[in-house]
């Protein structure tokens, strides 16, 4: 589920979907970041999820452990909670 999301963000087409799913001012946020950051947001929002997959602690784990059990789709939540993670981060 995550770990097949975040194999395929490679493919064309599959992070500017999970971009299509945000809510707006999420994806605006997350637009805004990857401009910044001279990407685009599809290649940001691969670029984030692999980071937060190789970097993150075991408690921001636990918590996205958390929104998964909670979620109709794991997975597509998972990308929901890091990508609204990285864009709230300072």
């Known amino acids: ?3 097949d999301l ?9 992070a500017a979907a ?6 707006p001012p999420l994806a605006a946020q997350i ?3 990857a401009a910044a950051e001279a990407m685009t947001p599809a290649d940001f929002v691969t670029g984030v999820v692999r980071d937060f997959v190789e970097r993150a ?5 636990f918590q996205l452990l958390t929104v998964m059990r909670k ?8 990308i929901h909670a890091i990508l609204r ?3 709230t981060a300072p």
């Open 18 to 23: 999970v971009l299509e799913t945000l809510d």
């Open 85 to 87: 993670w990285v864009a």
């Open 6 to 14: 975040i194999a395929n963000l490679d493919r064309p087409g599959v």
């Open 31 to 33: 637009e805004k970041r």
């Open 1 to 3: 589920m995550l770990g």
């Open 57 to 61: 602690d075991d408690d921001l784990w």
């Open 71 to 78: 979620a109709e789709d794991p997975g597509l939540a998972a």
